[in-house]
């Protein structure tokens, strides 16, 4: 492992000396806060073998000490697997999911009074609710009947905040919140997921912490943030000032120096030993839990050069490792300027891949708003920006937006989008309870729990008895879309060719025999997929012409998914399509 700092906090650390139990450790520095309550101990490397040390601290002939231990790594087969195209990824905002210990409430019903103030906390759209680790665990089998196959967690450190159930607002990094249960309680998870082929995403936050962390009014260090809670500048969003080559600090800097919300304290990551400190809590949290990835929190908010070492030193630990990032802007030019391996706004950030928002927009306004579908293609005809727009993670929604159904009139527009969702490149990303049609405005009213995750629960969408039929009927044909997209490589390995685009058509191959060259191999047979979607409120024809395309001179087989009137013939180089109202059609292409 790179070699530690390890930050002590203690009293009175104003001109000790520390050393080590193991005479072959040394200490290469030491950096004491002007306070003495802190004392980053900067060690010259490693221990060459797992080990319990005790770091001793004197002064004037008074000792401290405290114990230190070096863990075994974990071996390499154990996690750490990585996500691809192949996977299909799910948010769960864990304290909203499923409660699977009442006595981590801290509202546990062993009387009415107790029962009665569990209830009017859930009450509060900004409350604690209950959700936890054990709460995931015990329902993987409703993930994988969805066809999941990545769990992503909001962040489960330590949030001793009134409204903080959302985990962004970290107390401490080297703790699970007991709201949602133990370190034990997220191994757990990790180990059931791992058992079933399955993949764990820890959400990340090397931006800020809460406005309760000791830190924020007793810093480790005087830079330790930017600004402090008395005087600080509040975050700003100009992501086109940070790509802009002729811009000057003084448009970036609210940026990357701002207090999200103007509440939460920023990380000084140009600090070496702040940048020291959040690249080891991640390092601890992969080991710990055998992480296959991780979800970064807003992303673009940190300094370049941070991140450039951050994943520098994860890719020599954890060669399979990916992130992904949020970038929450709708400009592809923006975007692809924070994915690895893009050098044209600064230094490479060796992000595996930002999230997909443009995309996301897109959807919005097409399925939503009533624009055109072509606005999807325009979304494709960007992706020579990315080095690797086939690792791009593409969304309906999130926990920081409105959900999908919220503005939907029909649910066809949802059935659609899925469609296209599931069907695209990259690695779809389905925010929990939109498979069963969710509603829910603006935060925190699309954060609501899920249906038979809470004592309260009259009905328990988590088993097939317990679903309405509108439930049923969405969770059923995302189901079946991620079927097919598990089943057909070309869906998950596949390039893709648009074939037509307009108003309310948008017809395209996957094949796998042009698969990019990153991550994810398709399979040594060739294999053509159709996807055809029809927005409309009738039946309709359309002809596309396939001359020299991929489709040319392939034979449409039988329709995996679509209504029985749903016809699709190639004839020389033209597709004829008849497709009724709102339709999806997949079929292969041989």
Same mark, same amino acid.
């Given at each position: 492992?790179?070699?530690?700092? #390890? #930050? ?9 000396? +520390?050393?080590?139990? *193991?005479? $072959? ?18 060690? %010259? ?8 040390? !005790? ?51 801290? #509202? ?6 107790? $029962? ?15 959700? *936890? ?11 994988? /009947? ?8 909001? @962040? ?28 034990? =309680? ?111 929190? !807003? ?5 370049? %050069? ?42 490479? !950030? ?30 494709? %005809? ?12 593409? +969304? ?9 159904? /919220? ?20 690695? @779809?990303?389905?925010?929990?309870? =939109? ?80 698969? @990019? ?19 409309? /409120? ?7 012409? #396939? ?26 180089? /033209? ?7 709102? =339709? ?7």
């Amino acid at each position: 492992m790179p070699k530690p700092m #390890l #930050l002590v906090r203690g009293e009175g650390f104003s001109g000790a000396k +520390f050393s080590l139990s *193991d005479a $072959s450790l040394h200490v290469e520095k030491t950096v004491v806060s002007a306070n003495g309550h802190w004392a980053q101990v900067w060690l %010259e490397a490693s221990p060459v073998k797992p080990e319990t040390i !005790t770091l001793r601290a004197r002064r004037n002939g008074q000792t401290a000490e405290t114990k230190y231990t070096f863990a075994a790594r974990r071996p390499v087969s154990d996690g750490f697997a990585g996500f691809s195209s192949r996977d299909v990824m799910y948010l769960i905002m864990t304290d909203r999911f499923a409660d699977g210990d009442l006595t981590n409430d801290g #509202l546990e019903a062993h009387s009415a009074a107790d $029962s009665a103030e569990a209830r009017a906390e859930r009450d509060k759209p900004r409350g604690w609710h209950g959700g *936890d680790l054990r709460g995931v665990t015990q329902h993987l089998d409703y993930l994988q /009947q969805l066809g999941v196959t990545a769990v992503w967690t909001t @962040p489960v450190y330590e949030n001793h905040e009134k409204e903080s159930y959302h985990g962004y607002g970290a107390t401490d990094l080297y703790r699970v919140d007991d709201h949602y249960g133990s370190l034990d =309680d997220l191994k757990v998870l990790a180990s059931a997921l791992h058992a079933r082929g399955m993949k764990l995403v820890l959400d990340t936050v090397p931006n800020h912490v809460g406005p309760g962390n000791p830190w924020v009014h007793d810093e480790p260090a005087p830079d330790w943030f930017h600004g402090t809670a008395e005087s600080h500048l509040k975050a700003e969003t100009n992501f086109h000032a940070l790509i802009d080559p002729h811009a000057s600090d003084r448009d970036r800097v609210g940026t990357l120096h701002g207090w999200f919300a103007n509440v939460l304290p920023d990380m000084n990551t140009e600090s070496p030993a702040v940048a020291q400190y959040l690249r080891q809590d991640a390092v601890w949290w992969i080991e710990q839990t055998g992480a296959d990835a991780l979800r970064i929190d !807003t992303f673009p908010y940190v300094d370049r %050069e941070f991140w450039h070492e951050f994943h520098g030193e994860l890719a020599k630990l954890y060669p399979r490792l990916t992130e992904v990032g949020e970038v929450f802007n709708g400009d592809p030019v923006i975007t692809s300027s924070f994915a690895g391996g893009v050098t044209r706004a600064g230094v490479d !950030t060796g992000l595996f891949t930002p999230f997909d928002f443009p995309t996301y927009f897109a959807l919005r306004d097409v399925f939503l708003k009533g624009e055109s579908l072509k606005k999807l293609s325009d979304v494709l %005809e960007s992706d020579s920006l990315y080095p690797h727009p086939e690792r791009l993670v593409p +969304f309906l929604g999130n926990h920081d937006t409105a959900r999908f159904s /919220q503005g939907a009139t029909t649910d066809a527009a949802l059935r659609l989008a899925f469609a296209y969702l599931l069907t695209t490149r990259g690695m @779809p990303q389905i925010y929990s309870g =939109d498979e069963l049609a969710m509603k829910g405005g603006e935060d925190p009213d699309n954060r609501r729990d899920f249906p038979g995750g809470f004592p309260e629960a009259t009905k328990n969408a988590f088993t097939a008895a317990g679903r309405s039929p509108e439930q049923a009927a969405m969770f059923d044909w995302v189901s079946r879309l991620t079927a097919i997209r598990h089943k057909d490589t070309a869906l998950t390995c596949g390039g893709l060719q648009m074939l037509n685009s307009g108003e309310n058509w948008l017809v395209f191959l996957r094949d796998s025999s042009h698969a @990019p060259a990153s991550g994810c191999t398709a399979a040594s047979d060739d294999q053509k997929v159709l996807v055809a979607i029809h927005r409309g /409120q009738a039946s309709e024809a359309l002809t596309v012409d #396939l001359t020299s395309t991929w489709a040319a001179g392939c034979r449409v087989g039988p329709t995996e998914l679509g209504i029985s009137s749903s016809v699709a013939e190639i004839t020389g180089q /033209q597709l004829k399509l008849q497709m009724g109202s709102n =339709d999806v059609l997949i079929a292969a292409c041989h």
